[in-house]
């Protein structure tokens, strides 16, 4: 089930938000948690008694580490973290590189007999696994105290707004809200607006833009023109972000309306000046995580810069692959980590004064870049880009055919919304419309012409794929 389809917007959200306002506030915690496990058990089926171990796993460990450190006992926290770290790991290595790690093995001439084909990567598995391996670091750290309550933590792990494809909460983050917390007028108003938003660019951009990527990118490069190279590219930059950027607003405002703060995951990275900073805006939840549990406690840039680049590599190795099991995904990674060293040395460095050519660079290195991660096989990724620059022509114009004006207004629209816009737009909005009841009223006007306009396009097509719904 995901957010931008009927079933969810007409069926399940109206039913838990109504169901959860009726209920005093005793009972609503246990009924997210049912309704969270209902939404992860419509997709996944059995699987999900895989979240309901995971949920145990971690309520016991989170416990064991706490009473070890209560009684003083040195190595007794560090082991049960430790542990507990590696269930969690060995139920993602499982479900999500067992495929992966066999292929391999036998590549190199060794031959392993299991019989994995019947093993499934479980919805989520990469966003709920980090989620819960922060909760025990945490509380080894003493930054929060364990969860006694296994309906709280559980809730924590399974909260269905932020479920299948994040943000990554962190339990540091809203456990004080799990416990208790309240919904202002604001606040779920706010809630449904950003959901609104998330929901337009998912159905209203995304799915346009990734219409036409996915048409080019289902023929050879030896057939693509350059032109129509660019063009499936663009699209898939176009897509990918508001595909996931808009999976984060519709979380992150599901979460306002039942009470939950999220941060943004998303904040413009398209408008970056260099790797660096668009890691700070992209997918913003999994950048700051990698660097307080995994770059930070490397060593991150404290022993000297051959161990910093040492650091980046191994962390982008690791987002990379945390992407999908894959060579192409471990490629990407390691592309981006190339690039950000690149800049932490000079290598690549531009006069602040030239701050357009910051943003050619970085435009084109994060479109290069998406290519590894569009086309798996490495050899018709190599011979994609090797398309993009030829300045050829080619057999097949066939995505051609889905240009119109309706497309070339939503590819404008998408590349408006990729710069803040909005927020350009609602401050002029501000100055020019004094009266708060009047200005309301032209705010929420537009969202719900932007929601009838989006169910109308839902309605009429069945292209409405999520690109990180494996993840």
Not at 4 to 17: A, R
Not at 317 to 338: D, P, R
Not at 434 to 448: E, F, G, M, Q
Request: some cysteine.
């Amino acid at each position: 089930m995901v957010f931008s389809s009927t079933v969810f917007l007409f069926l399940f959200l109206p039913f838990v938000l109504g169901l959860h306002f009726l209920l005093k506030k005793s009972l609503r915690n246990p009924f997210i948690l049912i309704c969270s496990l209902f939404f992860y058990a419509w997709g996944e089926n059995i699987l999900v008694l895989l979240m309901i171990i995971s949920i145990c796993i971690n309520y016991i460990f989170g416990i064991l580490i706490s009473i070890s450190q209560a009684n003083s006992r040195e190595s007794m926290p560090k082991w049960a973290l430790t542990i507990g770290v590696t269930l969690n790991l060995l139920i993602l290595i499982y479900y999500k590189y067992i495929h992966f790690i066999l292929e391999n093995l036998m590549d190199i001439g060794i031959k392993i007999d299991i019989d994995v084909s019947t093993v499934a990567l479980p919805i989520g598995v990469s966003f709920f696994t980090f989620q819960n391996i922060s909760y025990l670091v945490d509380v080894y750290r003493k930054e929060v105290d364990s969860q006694k309550n296994l309906v709280h933590l559980g809730l924590y792990v399974s909260l269905f707004p932020q479920l299948i494809a994040g943000p990554i909460v962190r339990y540091i983050d809203i456990f004080q809200e799990i416990k208790n917390r309240t919904i202002t007028k604001e606040l779920f108003s706010s809630g449904v607006t950003k959901f609104i938003g998330g929901l337009a660019k998912k159905v209203l951009i995304a799915n346009t833009a990734g219409l036409i990527a996915d048409k080019a990118f289902d023929i050879s490069p030896t057939e693509l023109s350059t032109p129509v190279a660019w063009l499936a590219i663009l699209c898939y930059t176009m897509q990918i972000y508001f595909d996931f950027s808009g999976y984060s607003d519709m979380a992150i405002g599901l979460g306002r309306m039942l009470g939950f703060r999220f941060k943004e995951n998303f904040n413009y990275p398209y408008i970056s000046q260099s790797i660096q900073e668009f890691w700070r805006r992209w997918h913003i939840s999994l950048s700051t995580w990698f660097r307080d549990y995994l770059y930070i406690p490397l060593g991150g840039n404290r022993k000297g810069k051959y161990w910093t680049y040492i650091n980046l590599v191994i962390v982008f190795f690791i987002t990379g692959l945390w992407h999908g099991a894959s060579w192409n995904y471990v490629i990407w990674g390691l592309y981006h980590g190339l690039f950000i060293i690149l800049e932490r040395t000079g290598i690549i460095s531009f006069p602040g004064k030239l701050w357009f050519l910051k943003r050619f660079y970085l435009l084109l290195v994060v479109i290069i870049g998406w290519v590894f991660f569009r086309i798996e096989d490495l050899n018709l990724a190599l011979l994609f880009i090797k398309k993009l620059f030829s300045f050829s022509s080619g057999s097949n114009n066939y995505p051609l055919m889905y240009l119109d004006r309706y497309t070339y207004f939503v590819l404008l629209a998408g590349i408006l919304f990729s710069t803040p816009i909005k927020q350009f737009v609602s401050n002029k909005v501000t100055l020019l419309i004094h009266n708060d009841i009047l200005r309301a009223t032209v705010k929420y006007s537009v969202y719900l012409i932007l929601f009838v306009f989006t169910i109308l396009e839902l309605a009429q097509t069945t292209f409405n794929p999520f690109i990180y719904f494996r993840f």
